[in-house]
């Protein structure tokens, strides 16, 4: 019984950081002013050479199209050339399997839940979730690393693993996309997914220690 509960916590921990995770990165790039907020807050509006308003609608056109809302034309009308439209035709193609990761992992969640709660068990009221929960520390420890030693060679790294084209590096001179989401935007992105993750996480953890200290002061009552 008590593997099977170890089993269960394991899973179920795997589980919930991914649905945070996906759900994290999902939260913050759907987000459909902060390309704009990144240009006001850099004031690089002249940079991009681009109006305060058009900047705007393409920060909104940009996540719209992340999210499925948009379409290829969307992207030419803000001014996207042929390589950036097909590079984000690529990212759009990475945000469909997070948003199908997410889905899998949620459904298993709620799966391994209900089941439980069909047998009038609250899974959180597991000591091992409350242990197997740790693990979900070790994402932003080791971004969080990674951030700090090499931002950018992280950033390349990710590029070069996940596209299997050179279609992301744009010119800044003749590419708009780029002037409009330079590195700084990144970064914000990058700390911003982190902070979500982070205290989602922290949450659950702090709801499974409450339950198994209820749990166990109503076993100490009845023992009395």
Same mark, same amino acid.
């Given at each position: 019984? !008590?593997?099977?509960?170890?089993?269960?916590?394991?899973?179920?921990?795997?589980?919930?950081?991914?649905?945070?995770?996906?759900?994290?990165?999902?939260?913050?790039?759907?987000? &459909?002013?902060?390309?704009?907020?990144?240009?006001?807050?850099?004031?690089?509006?002249?940079? %991009?050479?681009?109006?305060?308003?058009?900047?705007?609608?393409?920060?909104?056109?940009?996540?719209?199209?992340?999210?499925?809302?948009?379409?290829?034309?969307?992207?030419?009308?803000?001014?996207?050339?042929?390589? &950036?439209?097909?590079?984000?035709?690529?990212?759009r193609g990475i945000y469909k399997t997070i948003n199908n990761i997410k889905?899998?992992?949620?459904?298993?969640?709620?799966?391994? %839940?209900?089941? =439980?709660?069909?047998?009038?068990?609250?899974? #959180? !009221?597991?000591?091992?979730?409350?242990?197997?929960?740790?693990?979900?520390?070790?994402?932003?420890? @080791? @971004?969080?690393?990674?951030?700090?030693?090499?931002?950018?060679?992280? @950033?390349? !790294?990710?590029?070069? %693993?996940? @596209?299997?084209?050179?279609?992301w590096q744009l010119d800044p001179k003749?590419?708009?996309?780029?002037?409009?989401?330079?590195?700084? #935007? #990144?970064?914000?992105?990058?700390?911003?997914?982190?902070?979500?993750?982070?205290?989602?996480?922290?949450?659950?953890?702090?709801?499974?220690?409450? =339950?198994?200290?209820?749990?166990?002061?109503?076993? !100490?009552?009845?023992?009395?």
């Amino acid at each position: 019984m !008590k593997n099977m509960k170890l089993s269960v916590a394991i899973i179920l921990t795997l589980n919930i950081i991914a649905l945070i995770l996906c759900q994290a990165i999902q939260t913050v790039s759907y987000d &459909e002013n902060a390309v704009y907020m990144c240009a006001k807050h850099m004031d690089s509006f002249d940079y %991009i050479d681009r109006t305060e308003d058009e900047v705007l609608v393409a920060s909104k056109v940009i996540a719209g199209y992340l999210r499925g809302l948009n379409g290829d034309e969307h992207l030419s009308l803000i001014g996207l050339n042929d390589k &950036e439209i097909s590079h984000m035709r690529d990212v759009r193609g990475i945000y469909k399997t997070i948003n199908n990761i997410k889905i899998v992992a949620a459904i298993i969640t709620l799966i391994i %839940i209900m089941l =439980y709660a069909w047998k009038k068990i609250n899974v #959180f !009221k597991f000591k091992e979730l409350r242990n197997t929960l740790f693990i979900g520390y070790l994402v932003p420890i @080791f @971004f969080g690393i990674l951030y700090l030693i090499d931002f950018r060679g992280a @950033f390349v !790294k990710f590029h070069e %693993i996940f @596209f299997k084209n050179d279609l992301w590096q744009l010119d800044p001179k003749t590419d708009l996309l780029i002037r409009l989401m330079p590195e700084e #935007f #990144f970064v914000s992105g990058f700390i911003k997914i982190l902070a979500y993750y982070t205290i989602s996480i922290f949450v659950i953890h702090i709801c499974s220690f409450y =339950y198994v200290a209820r749990c166990s002061s109503k076993m !100490k009552k009845k023992e009395v």
